[in-house]
Every structure is written in structure tokens, then in C-alpha cells.
């Protein structure tokens, strides 16, 4: 069964510091997402993409925020300069069925800001 | 978008049935009803969409009243590895976005 799948597992980052998380949505989908779950919290949203542009982004997304589908199978979201509340558990979603339809998430990326 | 309140959490026994509802008073005419399920340390994943009355597939059962002020997601037969949090979502067909509330924590007992 297709499946989107994140790199890495875990990172870990000193604050300040770039990070680029990415994400391989499934094959034909075509509508892209990011979310973030900061421990014990909901999950919330940050981001959609789409026909190479964003979609809709949330309060989160702030300039230090920029997602990018660079080929045919990536999809990353860089951090520019992280901030100790950056870490949290990012979700990468992809959906074939656009807004409404079913989304299907990654496993995640821990990041961990010191 | 509507709000949606759900039990924090609730406990079960194995092999019982686990009705969870969800209350959404304020579900607009456009609003579906989704359930995601989220294991620990793993990102969401979708049960079951539904708009009215009931829909079925493998996995759950969805209930709607006529009035689609709440709904209930019903797992039949629960085992230990139905262990999660399991939300509950109301939003517009066109909107972009998924909005997760707290959910509820469904533990499954031997």
C-alpha cells in the first residue's frame, strides 16, 4: 500500500540553525500538507501546497517558514532559524482528493531545538 | 468552523463495542464529519467521513442524527491494538485544512 514517508526520523538542531525537513507524498496525489504536534498537544496546522503553490497557511506559518516541492516526489518544509518552541512532531499529508477529501500522513519528523 | 466537543478519554475492555461521540451544535449545511485516529508517536489516520444518518466500512460505523448536531463513531469489537486518541472533525468540503481538537483517549484493557 503507497504510503508518505518523512526524513529524517529525528533531528536535532541548535537554535538558530536551518533545518529542512522533507517529506515523499504518495506518487499521484497532488494536494500537499504540514502539520506540527508539539508534545501532549493537538495536532495543528501549518500549511497546504498545491499546484506548486501554497494553498493556505496558518498563524504559525511566519516568514521563518517556506515549503517546497523542488521535483517530482519531494516536498520539504525549512525552518530558517529555529526556535527552541519549534520542537515539536511535523507531519507531512498528502491527498489525491483535494480539500474535504482524506488525508494521508506520514509518520513524522521529531525536531529537537537546544 | 463548528467546535467539537468529545470525551478526554475512555476506557474499555477487549472485545466490547466503543461508542464515541462527538458533539458539534453549531455544524453548518456545507460541515462533513470525519474520525482520525492517531497512535503515539505516529501521525494521524483516517477512519470514516460522513455528511448524514450512517455510513459503514471495514473498519468503524458513523452515526448522524437528522438534526447533525453530534455524531457517534462506533468500533465494534475493540482489541488491544485499537489503543489511540481518536478525533473528531467538522469542517466545510473546499477548506484546505484539517482542525484537530484534543481528541479522546480510548484505552482498550485486556
Known amino acids: 500500500e503507497p504510503e508518505v514517508t518523512q526524513t529524517p526520523s529525528h533531528q536535532v538542531t541548535q537554535m538558530g540553525q536551518e533545518v529542512i525537513l522533507r517529506c515523499v507524498p504518495i506518487?499521484?496525489?497532488?494536494?500537499f500538507y504540514w502539520y506540527r504536534q508539539i508534545l501532549g498537544q493537538k495536532v495543528e496546522f501549518l500549511v497546504s501546497f498545491y499546484n506548486n503553490e501554497i494553498s493556505e497557511k496558518s498563524e504559525i506559518f511566519d516568514d521563518q517558514f517556506s515549503v517546497e516541492r523542488p521535483d517530482g516526489s519531494n516536498f520539504t518544509l525549512k525552518i530558517r532559524s529555529t526556535k527552541l518552541e519549534d520542537s515539536a512532531m511535523y507531519f507531512c499529508a498528502s491527498s489525491d482528493s483535494g480539500p474535504g477529501g482524506e488525508q494521508f500522513f506520514g509518520p513524522g519528523t521529531r525536531l529537537t531545538v537546544l | 468552523l463548528a467546535k467539537t466537543t468529545q470525551p478526554i478519554s475512555m476506557d474499555s475492555y477487549e472485545g466490547q463495542e466503543v461508542n464515541i461521540t462527538c458533539s458539534h451544535n453549531n455544524i453548518a449545511t456545507n460541515d462533513y464529519i470525519t474520525w482520525y485516529q492517531q497512535f503515539p508517536s505516529q501521525g494521524p489516520r483516517f477512519i470514516i467521513q460522513g455528511y448524514k444518518t450512517k455510513v459503514t466500512n471495514e473498519v468503524a460505523s458513523l452515526f448522524i442524527p437528522a438534526d447533525r448536531k453530534s455524531s457517534t463513531l462506533s468500533l465494534p469489537r475493540v482489541s488491544l491494538s485499537d489503543t489511540a486518541v481518536y478525533y473528531c472533525?467538522?469542517?466545510?468540503?473546499?477548506?484546505?485544512?484539517?482542525?484537530f481538537g484534543t481528541g479522546t483517549r480510548l484505552t482498550v484493557i485486556p
Open positions: 506518487s499521484n496525489h497532488l494536494y
Open positions: 472533525l467538522v469542517g466545510q468540503t473546499g477548506a484546505n485544512n484539517l482542525f
